[in-house]
């Protein structure tokens, strides 16, 4: 984009921290997004003005950093949202912090953190809390994990508006799949908030959340990563309820992905869409018409691709859209050619041309294992050696003391300190669950466990947005429901079992050990009888799960 400000941004890297210790003078880092709309103001309303800018080019080095194309930068000065104002030491660690600050306030807290620069110089300074403390308590995995979360979601959901918390009102994807399983009443009524207010009913695909109780002051910024999660999540509440109001949700999803957010050089998705300069998404039918588009970010970024190849993947399944198979797939070749490097994923098509090789994020390697697990599982067992590949190289470059750190220790400021995220740890720990049962590997189970052990001391106190850690929990202690199916993909058994039981089961097509043709059922120590049709296979489940 554009840069309407006046400020002297240099980039991410030794260079600008050098200057800063040569001039001995603090760092400003600004962290952005493109799809921002904040953002934006900011640099209009407070970059642009001229003292202001006269005076960060003066006093501090002031840094630009696009959040979603540098993620560990992000997660180590995040200041809880978009924009991020950052005043830092020359060694990278933290003076002071804001988000989003109009002129008068920029004037005082430069002048503030100039003050403080001048009277106690680096000795102001701290590493955020995330970066120092020791590692998270570890403990037994129970079955009180799953009822602790379920108690959070009751005791935390909105009786009047729907979905969970007061305010800001998020969709919460895997808050949602899990209370679907186990409290459906209470489910629904926060899939229909979350597609009642968030959908956008012109042009489909959800806006990213909104800031009042009631689903009112829709930000409508629009991301590929929790649209292609929320497709998953609709999805799979067709799957348990058949109604139609939980699959067209998803349908109008696809439909934005395949036409705003495809990228068509890249065969791949965009990354978001911004709201636009008169925010377009807030006009009526007729007028948006004749709007502008609101611009798009064609960033390919494998994390958020990922997410949506394995929610159109889904889709599929359940309802044999070809449209959704077919960009999926399209996606799907462009993650595996272009962004995988023996199991590492790149970050972003950007990166892809670097001589140096990919760097191995765990986010990043979390979602990859997922799309290529749900693609082994859907429409081509053979893909099950990627995700092999991908889990491998997780193990060999981020496995650190029974969990798992979110990419190497090295890097500029604080990108020398490691974090270990519980959200990657459990996406990825639930990929390991599905590659075990897929593969046969029960090494890739026991280090799922390992992981999530090392969590469950702190579980009473995870909040709903970490639903998946219970939901993995659940599925380690009871064993996942199993579908072998001895039959090729897309065969009427095998596709009927993509369809029977719930959205935790995993499906096994082309399975060993069976008759060519026959499926059976497995969970924990329990097994089926072999199974011809699907009626048969739709018994063998009820008995099973009975």
Not at 367 to 383: E, K, N, Q, V, W
Not at 524 to 538: I, N, Q, Y
Request: glycine share 8%; aromatic share 8%.
């Amino acid at each position: 984009m554009d840069d309407p400000t006046r400020v002297e941004w240099r980039e991410w890297g030794q260079a600008a921290f050098d200057e800063a210790a040569a001039a001995d003078i603090p760092v400003l880092l600004s962290l952005t997004a493109t799809w921002c709309d904040h953002c934006h103001e900011m640099d209009a309303e407070t970059y642009a003005e001229p003292r202001i800018a006269a005076n960060i080019n003066d006093s501090f080095v002031p840094i630009r950093v696009d959040v979603d194309r540098q993620p560990r930068v992000r997660d180590r000065y995040n200041m809880g949202g978009f924009p991020s104002t950052v005043f830092l030491a020359p060694n990278g660690e933290v003076l002071t912090g804001a988000g989003y600050l109009g002129p008068d306030g920029m004037r005082q807290v430069l002048d503030s953190v100039r003050t403080m620069w001048q009277t106690k110089g680096s000795g102001a300074a701290r590493v955020p809390r995330p970066l120092r403390e020791d590692n998270p308590p570890a403990g037994e995995l129970t079955p009180e994990i799953e009822q602790a979360m379920l108690g959070q979601l009751s005791e935390t959901y909105d009786e009047t508006a729907g979905g969970w918390g007061q305010e800001p009102k998020f969709p919460l994807p895997d808050a949602l799949e899990f209370a679907l399983k186990r409290d459906r009443e209470m489910a629904l009524r926060s899939y229909d908030a979350v597609s009642a207010n968030l959908l956008d009913e012109y042009e489909g695909g959800f806006y990213r959340f909104a800031t009042d109780r009631d689903w009112s002051g829709l930000q409508h910024e629009k991301l590929l990563d929790s649209n292609g999660a929320l497709v998953r999540a609709f999805a799979n509440a067709y799957l348990l309820t058949g109604k139609d109001e939980y699959r067209e949700p998803a349908e109008r999803t696809i439909d934005y992905l395949t036409a705003t957010l495809w990228n068509g050089d890249a065969d791949a998705f965009a990354n978001s869409q911004a709201p636009g300069e008169d925010d377009a998404h807030s006009l009526d039918a007729t007028d948006r018409a004749s709007a502008d588009e609101p611009p798009v970010d064609d960033g390919v970024f494998a994390g958020p691709n990922a997410l949506a190849i394995e929610g159109l993947l889904i889709y599929y399944a359940y309802t044999d859209d070809e449209r959704a198979r077919r960009y999926a797939e399209r996606a799907l070749a462009t993650l595996r050619e272009d962004l995988l490097v023996d199991g590492v994923v790149t970050h972003s098509l950007e990166n892809a041309a670097s001589d140096d090789g990919p760097t191995c994020l765990l986010t990043n390697q979390a979602r990859a294992l997922g799309a290529l697990t749900t693609a082994a599982s859907t429409i081509d067992p053979s893909i099950l050696a990627d995700a092999t590949a991908v889990a491998d190289a997780t193990i060999d470059r981020l496995y650190d003391e029974d969990s798992f750190l979110d990419g190497p220790a090295e890097g500029v400021g604080l990108l020398d300190r490691s974090l270990r995220p519980l959200d990657a740890n459990v996406a990825f720990a639930d990929g390991l669950l599905e590659l075990a049962v897929l593969s046969g590997d029960d090494r890739y189970r026991e280090l799922a466990r390992e992981t999530l052990e090392a969590f469950a001391g702190a579980s009473d106190r995870f909040g709903v947005q970490i639903a998946r850690y219970a939901t993995a929990a659940a599925r380690l202690l009871e064993g996942p429901l199993v579908l072998r199916v001895a039959a090729d993909t897309g065969s009427d058994l095998h596709r009927a079992a993509l369809r029977l039981a719930d959205h935790e089961k995993v499906v096994v097509p082309d399975a060993d050990g069976l008759e060519a043709g026959t499926a059976r059922v497995e969970r924990g120590d329990r097994v089926s009888e072999p199974a011809e049709t699907p009626a048969a296979l739709s018994e063998r489940v009820q008995t099973i799960l009975d």
